[in-house]
């Protein structure tokens, strides 16, 4: 948020150094992210007065101005401006003036008439992106004055980034009111007296949703000038923080917003059809905004609608049909309450995100629409005239927020903050944040005001207590607490442990949000329900995620599209998954190969990486809880996976995990050719390892035999390994495939498989008939099992 310093000090006495206060602020909680002069350097720029203005004798659309700026000079100026006339008063530069640009005034002829200066447009002194015509200044600014001086444009505008529990702050009041709490001084609330209604006017406001909606004020003014121009000094105050004048039925209401932090809007009174009523959208009710943007709205979306239809989309923006026209001379205003559950995510999820949304999202006071309905009604009528109606509030008090007490324990501060705080500094600190405070034997019980929507607990206020209080003024000393060194039990691998097994892999360590896009979430998890949040920091980071591969995708992305030709990444955290409406916490590791198998080298012919050697990486992996034989990959499917390139991974008999292939589909619109390989395993499945445990080893020599089975295309490995192992029982010390053939010789949807059986006895050497009648068990399994044949 932008704030001007010059508008804060008409409600607060400011520290003047303003790296101070912009470091005062930050310390508070509220970071200051810059900070600017109000308008880009200029000189040689005063206050002029157009006494005469004649047409150009030689050109149709020019002026030859008579120009004074104080005291007995006149100057000669050739204006093109259409605006120009006599008794305007607008900024002049002077021959030597220097213009935002680089821009040098100097005496020029045009068409033969020397021109001894320029009348200025807002653009050409960078105050606007008006240059349709000169700037008109107020009457009663004096010729002569400095142009700077007199519109204030030495102000500072300080860019202040709030947390999203402090929608408070969202405004010159908030700001305000923190400050004087900071600096020890008094807010200075201007005065704001109810208008006086001399009109009977008035729109019928009905609550559907109380519960969404709580509180309308409303009132009719009619009698408006649409021509009058909203005053220098608000445009003025409303481009510093960002907004562009759009005259002053719209400007009051921003301006009001930005002082006040209560939006507001204002609908063209003759376009209202009978009744205005908040109710909820029907299913794909169509609607278009101010902006244009025609949208079908979802039946959780709030609406504000008269009799004919929506009018606009509630805490959001209003609709085209009531929108304020050159021409509108009555209006109904609109101040509201809104829920922040009721406004949360509703403008993300249709790609509208405005001002006011951001506030009543984060929550606005409840008790602010009387006082910002009348500051914008007084300041209306100044500005275009006209006569106020009633001002009518629709309240269903029941459905308003009410702040409860909370209990705030001396000791608790303490064990929190570290230092004791004296009891009647806590008490004055959250008195002057606005939160009553009444003295009990355990401490003190605290009232949060209706404004802070943050304050629900003990550490809140704990919080509260220690940003005025200064962290800086907290000494850094050491905790002082009996040391209770954590478990390390054998029976577990740590994390770090697998993390460095995939590092020394080459693999890069990512860590990304829990919460991720909920489109590329949806693309690969369509069945699988995801947490919402309810105030995400941005759109496309709005759910919590279900796997850790919508973050890894995300990250391979930005490599691939920096041009990197091999990514190996892995990431370990927590996925959370609902169930039955219970939120489960799953601690996985994840990860995703893309490019060739190994870096470009001389010594080995480059190949593109596939599922073996994504599924070596991670045996490493496995290899580090237990032995081979606990670990089994089943084919299997997944909606993201690429069928007959995924597989389930089970430790005994519980799903621990997924490998496999990006589906195609799924590769192509993520644009990652060709597709990555992914895979992901539960921890608290995976981690756990048999303790370390002596084993005798044989003192008779092993015994190695060949065998060539062919079986059916779909036998794995692994039932190969369980059928032989069966049979071998306790002689067998090792298994290894050392060759897989298909072709000449072996029937179509066949393959001949190669195993080394490496025998050993703990007690004897194994004779040859020993070893034959091994081998004779392991052929008859093989067959039973698998229907396998021996390969001559």
């Given at each position: 948020m932008k704030v001007s310093l010059a508008w804060l000090r008409d409600w607060v006495d400011l520290n003047p150094d303003v790296a101070a206060l912009a470091d005062e602020l930050t310390m508070a909680g509220f970071e200051v992210e810059g900070r600017a002069c109000a308008a880009p350097p200029f000189t040689g720029v005063v206050v002029g007065e157009v006494l005469e203005a004649r047409r150009h004798p030689d050109a149709e659309r020019l002026s030859v101005c008579t120009v004074t700026a104080g005291g007995d000079t006149r100057y000669t100026i050739v204006c093109g401006a259409s605006n120009v006339r006599a008794g305007l008063k607008t900024p002049l530069a002077k021959v030597g003036a220097s213009l935002p640009g680089g821009v040098q005034i100097k005496r020029a002829k045009l068409r033969g008439v020397e021109s001894e200066g320029m009348l200025c447009s807002a653009r050409e002194l960078g105050l606007g992106d008006e240059a349709e015509g000169i700037l008109e200044l107020p009457a009663d600014l004096q010729p002569g004055e400095d142009f700077r001086a007199a519109l204030g444009l030495d102000d500072t505008v300080v860019e202040v980034n709030l947390t999203p529990n402090r929608g408070d702050a969202l405004s010159v009041l908030g700001l305000a009111r923190e400050l004087a709490v900071i600096?020890?001084?008094?807010?200075?609330?201007?005065?704001?007296?109810?208008?006086?209604?001399?009109?009977?006017?008035?729109v019928s406001v009905r609550l559907d949703r109380p519960?969404?909606?709580?509180?309308?004020?409303?009132r009719v003014i009619g009698g408006l000038n649409p021509k009058a121009p909203t005053p220098l000094w608000m445009r003025e105050r409303l481009r510093r923080a960002g907004f562009r004048s759009l005259g002053p039925l719209i400007d009051v209401t921003n301006y009001v917003m930005l002082e006040l932090g209560q939006p507001m809007h204002a609908y063209d009174r003759r376009r209202l059809k009978g009744e205005v009523h908040v109710r909820l959208a029907t299913p794909q009710e169509p609607l278009t905004l101010l902006d244009g943007s025609s949208l079908a709205l979802d039946a959780d979306m709030l609406v504000i609608a008269d009799d004919a239809g929506p009018i606009g989309l509630a805490g959001v923006m209003g609709g085209e049909r009531s929108a304020i026209a050159p021409d509108t001379t009555e209006?109904?205003?609109e101040v509201a309450w809104f829920s922040p559950s009721a406004v949360a995510g509703r403008g993300r999820r249709l790609g509208v995100i405005t001002d006011a949304s951001q506030r009543f999202e984060r929550g606005v006071d409840p008790a602010g629409q009387e006082r910002a309905l009348e500051r914008a009604s007084a300041l209306l009528i100044e500005i275009?005239?006209?006569e106020a109606g009633p001002a009518e509030v629709t309240l269903a008090r029941e459905h308003l927020p009410r702040r409860a007490p909370i209990a705030l324990r001396p000791s608790y501060l303490k064990r929190l903050i570290g230092i004791e705080v004296p009891g009647t500094e806590v008490a004055s600190i959250l008195t002057a944040l606005g939160m009553p405070t009444t003295?009990?034997?355990g401490g003190w019980t605290v009232t949060p005001p209706s404004w802070r929507f943050d304050v629900t607990q003990e550490a809140d206020l704990v919080e509260e207590v220690a940003r005025i209080f200064g962290y800086n003024?907290?000494?850094?000393?050491?905790?002082?607490?009996?040391?209770?060194?954590?478990?390390?039990?054998?029976?577990?691998?740590?994390?770090?442990?697998?993390?460095?097994?995939?590092v020394d892999r080459g693999y890069f360590e990512a860590i990304n949000y829990t919460f991720v896009d909920p489109a590329l979430q949806r693309k690969l998890f369509p069945d699988s329900p995801a947490l919402a949040l309810a105030n995400p920091i941005s759109?496309?980071?709005?759910?919590?995620?279900?796997?850790?591969?919508?973050?890894l995708l995300a990250t391979l992305g930005a490599n691939v599209r920096r041009q990197q030709a091999r990514v190996r990444l892995f990431e370990i955290g927590a996925k959370f998954i609902l169930q039955d409406n219970v939120l489960k916490e799953i601690n996985c590791l994840s990860g995703v190969t893309w490019g060739d198998a190994l870096p470009e080298q001389w010594g080995i012919k480059r190949r593109a990486g596939d599922f073996y050697d994504a599924k070596a990486d991670l045996e490493a992996v496995l290899a580090a809880s237990g032995p081979a034989a606990d670990f089994s990959f089943r084919a299997g499917e997944i909606s993201c996976l690429h069928p007959g390139r995924s597989a389930r991974i089970y430790r005994d008999s519980q799903p621990a995990g997924w490998i496999g292939e990006l589906h195609p589909e799924l590769a192509r619109s993520l644009n990652l050719q060709p597709p990555p390989y992914l895979f992901e395993i539960e921890l608290d499945i995976t981690s756990p390892a048999p303790l370390p445990a002596a084993?005798?080893?044989?003192?008779?020599?092993?015994?190695?035999?060949d065998l060539a089975v062919v079986v059916d295309e779909s036998v794995t490995f692994s039932q190969l390994r369980e059928s032989v192992t069966v049979a071998a029982s306790s002689l067998m010390r090792e298994l290894k495939v050392f060759d897989v053939y298909r072709g000449q010789g072996i029937d179509s949807g066949r393959k001949s498989v190669a195993l080394g059986l490496i025998l050993q006895d703990k007690s004897k050497t194994l004779t040859d008939a020993d070893v034959d009648s091994v081998m004779t068990a392991v052929r008859e399994r093989l067959d039973r099992d698998l229907k396998a044949t021996i390969r001559d």
């Open positions: 600096g020890g001084t008094t807010l200075r609330m201007p005065a704001m007296p109810p208008v006086a209604a001399r009109s009977g006017e008035r519960e969404a909606c709580a509180k309308f004020a409303g209006v109904f205003l275009a005239g006209g003295p009990t034997p003024a907290i000494p850094e000393i050491d905790a002082a607490m009996p040391q209770r060194p954590g478990a390390v039990p054998e029976g577990r691998i740590e994390s770090r442990r697998l993390a460095t097994r995939l759109a496309d980071l709005a759910e919590m995620r279900v796997s850790l591969w919508p973050g084993e005798e080893q044989s003192r008779f020599p092993g015994v190695r035999r």
